[in-house]
């Protein structure tokens, strides 16, 4: 089954500092997912990527999908407290939708 | 247009009882995945229906766990005779169609079994 590792597992940043977190795939990717997730609240749709070499931009934050497609990341610019939470990286493992998720980075932004 | 509802936020329970978490998907949205993320892990898939059918219960434990998603009302998870390792955060996400896994989800249930 495919297995998607997310690395660091966590970090601390200071504002205004840029971070990337990576999602690697044991297998070949068919669509990575990017959500954010605050602690006590569910997960936010933060970007989609299905091409191998496609990069997505919003706002300040940036995902790319490799052309092998077994890896991700996801690049903060100019960090900002509002960027604090946990990252999840999620890949769909059939046609009907379900979603396999990384663990998660947690992000923590000091001022 | 709301999204995704999931009451209650939290629920304790006893060990032994029963816990009913509700999820009511967005307005149109006739397929509902339910995940389970326990502490120190990673959110994990349960359960897949559309209306009135279990599409994929592979991630569901074998015993004590159930889901349903009638016609007409929210879908229901249900958790008979709780114990302490069913604590985790339940999360439920709605999508319009199969394959749609752009999917919304909710605020997510904690269940903390005492």
């Known amino acids: 089954s495919q297995e998607l590792e997310q690395s660091p597992q966590s970090l601390i940043v200071q504002e205004g500092k840029n971070l990337t977190i990576n999602c690697t795939s044991s297998?070949?990717?068919?669509?990575l997912y990017w959500y954010k997730q605050k602690y006590g609240e569910g997960l936010i749709f933060l970007m989609m990527?299905?091409?191998?070499?496609e990069e997505k931009s919003h706002e300040k934050i940036t995902a790319k999908l490799d052309e092998k497609k077994q890896q991700s990341s996801l690049h903060i610019t100019a960090s900002q407290p509002s960027h604090a939470g946990i990252y999840l990286c999620g890949s769909p493992t059939d046609s009907w939708g379900k979603l396999q998720f990384g663990a998660g980075t947690q992000v923590v932004v000091t001022p | 247009n709301a999204g995704v509802m999931q009451n209650p936020r939290h629920l304790v329970r006893r060990r032994g009882q029963e816990a009913r978490l509700r999820c009511s998907p967005m307005?149109?949205?006739?397929?509902v995945y339910w995940y389970r993320q326990l502490p120190e892990e990673g959110l994990k898939f349960m359960v897949y229906?559309?209306?009135?059918?279990?599409?994929?219960e592979s991630g569901m434990p074998k015993e004590r766990f159930s889901a349903e998603f009638p016609k007409e009302g929210p879908s229901i998870l249900r958790i008979q005779q709780v114990v302490r390792g069913d604590s985790a955060a339940y999360f439920c996400?709605?999508?319009?169609?199969?394959?749609?896994?752009?999917?919304?989800f909710g605020q997510g249930t904690r269940l903390t079994v005492v």
């Open positions: 990527l299905q091409k191998g070499g």
């Open positions: 307005k149109g949205h006739s397929h």
């Open positions: 297998k070949t990717l068919y669509g």
């Open positions: 229906l559309q209306k009135e059918n279990i599409i994929d």
């Open positions: 996400a709605s999508s319009l169609r199969q394959g749609d896994t752009e999917a919304f």
